[in-house]
């Protein structure tokens, strides 16, 4: 072998050449996010279509009931009225932030907003056409609900307008943001099992499905279109 044939495959990925030597390829930060929201996507698509089983086949009962008995031992009528105070704000952030986000004149911000929080209810609404999965009897609620249980609309909306402020939101805000996030999406689906008006799998489907409707926006809309405010 010649030298300057030696020279040209130390020089190739493929020849004898330092691991230095081999050709980089850096993940931009726009390609890393667009992967992490993909992965969301995937995720919280397999938990539901996970859950949706479970529930269809029964396996899910023993432990659903177990939860809700659980937590009616403590039932106060003070806390059920602070539970449905809770679960009102759902509705009252979501309108107030459209409704800021068009004061300012975002457009694009308010359009996925929008999308992000009606689009995860029109699905929410089908899901539960779908299923058709009665609300918990175990004891009689206060103000029973007519819809179905699977998954909770409630759970559903507070996890979407979670993760869409996660979005829209600047970095620095989007860091400050997420533990009182994450807190109130945990204490709206706290109250309504608390409540007694969902099953825990119910909670948990809401939320996989919400993650995984925003975060498809997410990837399908572009960055441009959920420009940080």
């Keep these: 072998m010649t030298d300057s044939l030696r020279e040209t495959l130390e020089e190739t990925p493929f020849g004898g050449g330092t691991p230095s030597s081999l050709p980089s390829l850096p993940l931009s930060a726009a390609g890393a996010g ?12 397999g ?3 996970w859950l949706a089983i ?16 659980y937590l009616h031992r403590y039932a106060n009528v003070h806390l059920a009225q602070l539970a449905n105070i809770v679960c009102m704000l759902v509705t009252v952030i979501s309108v107030l932030t459209l409704v800021f986000l068009l004061y300012r004149r975002w457009w694009r911000q308010a359009l996925f907003w929008f999308c992000s929080t009606a689009g995860a209810a029109i699905i929410c609404g089908f899901a539960k056409k779908l299923m058709q999965r009665h609300r918990p009897d175990l004891w009689a609620l206060a103000s029973p609900h007519a819809s179905f249980s699977f998954p909770s609309g409630h759970a559903t909306q507070s996890m979407a307008i979670v993760v869409a402020l996660l979005l829209l939101a600047a970095p620095a805000t ?5 533990i009182p996030g994450l807190a109130f ?3 709206v689906g706290l109250c309504r099992l608390y409540l007694g008006m969902h099953y825990p799998t119910d909670i948990l489907a ?22 940080p405010v």
């Design 47 to 49: 938990l539901l279509y």
């Design 54 to 69: 479970a529930v269809l086949s029964g396996s899910s009962l023993a432990f659903d009931d177990a939860v809700l008995r």
């Design 34 to 45: 667009k992967l992490i929201l993909l992965l969301a996507v995937a995720l919280g698509a």
């Design 174 to 178: 989007r860091r400050a943001l997420l």
């Design 206 to 227: 809401g939320w996989a499905l919400a993650v995984s409707w925003v975060c498809l926006l997410g990837v399908l809309s572009g960055p441009q279109w959920r420009r």
């Design 185 to 187: 999406i945990g204490l």
